[in-house]
């Protein structure tokens, strides 16, 4: 009986020991899919930041990549006003992606798959820029090519200019000893104050109140350099006063001197019907001659001053 009760015992302390043994090792299972989980949840949170660090790494290498092309295609503005509109329209495609870029990234929504498109986006504004900077590059040299062309067709313009001048100076002085060598050299010039007698002599006179007109006489001396043909010189009678003595209705009218822009009136034009030869020439001027003292007369030849001669009057 006391066997019995033993065997019972034992018995007992067996099946508790073995219910034991099952609670350690479903506690032991427990743990470990505990610690799987915890492990694997582990190592999917540090692919996961290492992935967003890969991410945001690859976010500013795209970026700043968009950043170097937009800098790339501003030194290409001014270069040809015909580009700058679609370099503007390129800058602003860049800058529209990486707006986008930025924004993604910001809302969590950027991956491996948009970093590929920006890539390949980035590659064809690659593209774009060596195409325009090649253009921009071949309308450079040929601009250059322009300028150092117009540089050498102005340096030429401006020996041919040069030598036109003085070819020009040359034949202005040959123009000029033509012209002074064509003046006649009057001489033997008399200013005299006169009256007429009944009879139709001449008879000089000193006193200014008998004193009728002025009688000019002077000899033109030989010019073979002047052309045959009618020559006009032009008288100039200067009273006591300073004043030019002029009628318009007897001829009177104004000349320009030579080598200037001032003109002066004169008296009387004296036409002379020109052979090359000497001419004893004799003029009258009888209007205006009423005050005493100096009368000077100036006689001119293409506006040049060729004769001078005067009388006093009391």
């Not at 104004?254 to 002379?272: M, N, R």
């Amino acid at each position: 009986m006391e066997n019995e009760v033993q065997t019972e015992g034992e018995a007992k302390k067996g099946g508790n020991k073995t219910l034991y043994i099952v609670i350690i090792v479903l506690l032991l299972l427990v743990n470990g899919i505990v610690a799987y989980f915890l492990f694997t949840d582990n190592q999917a949170r540090k692919s996961a930041e290492s992935q967003n660090v890969t991410l945001s790494s690859q976010v500013k290498a795209v970026t700043d990549t968009l950043d170097a092309k937009k800098a790339e295609l501003e030194t290409l503005k001014g270069v040809d006003a015909g580009k700058d509109s679609a370099i503007a329209s390129q800058i602003n495609e860049i800058e529209k992606q990486e707006q986008q870029i930025k924004s993604a990234q910001a809302s969590g929504h950027m991956n491996a798959v948009e970093l590929k498109k920006a890539k390949e986006m980035i590659v064809q504004y690659e593209a774009s820029i060596a195409d325009m900077k090649k253009q921009i590059d071949q309308l450079t040299a040929e601009k250059q090519q322009l300028t150092n062309q117009n540089q050498k067709l102005s340096t030429d313009l401006t020996t041919e200019k040069q030598t036109t001048a003085q070819l020009s100076d040359q034949n202005k002085g040959l123009s000029k000893k033509v012209e002074l060598g064509s003046l006649l050299q009057l001489k033997n010039i008399m200013v005299e104050g006169i009256s007429k007698k009944k009879n139709g002599k001449e008879s000089v006179e000193k006193k200014i109140k008998k004193v009728e007109s002025l009688r000019v006489t002077f000899e033109t001396g030989d010019n073979k350099v002047l052309e045959p043909g009618n020559v006009s010189l032009y008288m100039r009678v200067i009273n006591p006063k300073g004043e030019t003595v002029s009628q318009a209705d007897q001829g009177s009218g104004t000349l320009k001197l030579a080598g200037t822009d001032q003109t002066v009136q004169y008296t009387k034009e004296i036409p002379i019907d020109w052979a090359q030869a000497n001419k004893k020439m004799i003029v009258y001027w009888g209007s205006e001659i009423k005050s005493p003292g100096t009368y000077k007369v100036e006689i001119y030849q293409s506006g040049y001053a060729i004769g001078l001669g005067q009388v006093e009057f009391k």
